[in-house]
């Protein structure tokens, strides 16, 4: 269920066929209807991008309020188990690091990030109220940086900007120093933490990410050389509230669930190329049929 507003449908064609998948395009803030049983209501709604902070503020908001509250009920009318995708920005920018869950955060709540920051706290509060009041079976995965194929091209985001840029021969923008650090966790682990999270029936916000932190200079340079580009790398202002540190202590994951990312983020990278590679040949068609 999605209502496209960054998603893309082409992601998922290959699915379209399968026994057993659908797909119903829908904004989750309006009222959810799903016939028949359910066993578990994934809830990972909304604009993610740093970028989506300014273009789609009011809906970032609703979707963690309103869209979070519904698909609670949806949960809690079929018995079904609850899985809020939650994120590493409710540490905001923190003070401690690495980041364990009993971290409170610092985050600026009428700062442009404050948006997602705040929708997520929001809708970790209201998960919990949920499982606490109603009795439903509830997980909270804190998401941290998550990298792969099906990216959008203009997602915003450090990686996918790094790739489109360096493909491009363009110049990798970098924002401040270039100091600043952050983990970068390939897809498919995360998918196996988020499967290992919903059958574990652990309750309480639990960190998903790669451990290995780098600086965004050092993960430029390194998709530059990936892509054999001569782009430069360059620096510009760094935006207000943006963390300077962000890297996850999966101490409670590991003894939880028994998990921890094995893709290193060298080869998650090699696996993304292709990707992007595919993506600007898509451009370079479009432009040249002009």
């Known amino acids: 269920m999605d209502n496209l507003l960054t998603g893309r449908l082409e992601n998922v064609e290959d699915l379209f066929g399968r026994d057993g998948f659908s797909f119903v395009e829908q904004d989750v803030t309006e009222f959810i209807h799903v016939p028949g049983p359910l066993d578990a209501v994934l809830h990972f709604a909304s604009p993610a991008s740093p970028a989506d902070f300014e273009r789609f503020p009011i809906q970032i908001l609703k979707v963690g309020a309103l869209g979070t509250h519904n698909a609670l009920g949806l949960a809690k009318a079929k018995c079904a188990v609850f899985l809020l995708a939650s994120t590493s920005e409710c540490y905001g920018d923190p003070e401690l690091n690495p980041q364990p869950e009993s971290y409170r955060g610092n985050v600026n709540p009428i700062g442009i990030r ?3 920051d ?7 509060a209201m ?3 949920y499982h606490r009041y109603h009795g439903v079976s509830t997980r909270i995965a804190r998401i941290f940086n998550t990298y792969g194929p099906y990216m959008r091209p203009d997602d915003g985001r450090a990686i996918p900007a790094f790739f489109m840029q360096a493909l491009q021969g363009k110049d990798l923008t970098v ?3 270039g100091s600043q650090t952050r983990t970068v966790n390939y897809i498919s682990d995360l998918v196996d933490g988020i499967l ?4 574990s029936g652990y309750f309480e916000p639990l960190n998903l990410g790669n451990p290995h932190e780098l600086s965004i200079r050092e993960l430029a340079e390194q998709i530059r050389d990936l892509c054999k580009s001569e782009s430069e790398v360059v620096y510009r202002e760094l935006p207000p509230d943006d963390p300077k540190v962000r890297c996850p202590d999966i101490s409670r994951a590991r003894e939880v669930l028994s998990w921890e990312p094995k893709v290193a983020p060298d080869e998650g990278l090699r696996l993304t190329l292709q990707y992007f590679e595919a993506e600007v040949a898509k451009l370079r068609e479009a432009a040249s049929d002009r």
């Open 175 to 177: 924002f401040g120093d």
């Open 127 to 129: 998960t919990m109220a």
């Open 118 to 124: 705040e929708a997520k706290r929001f809708a970790e």
């Open 114 to 116: 404050g948006v997602y």
């Open 196 to 199: 290992y999270l919903l059958g």
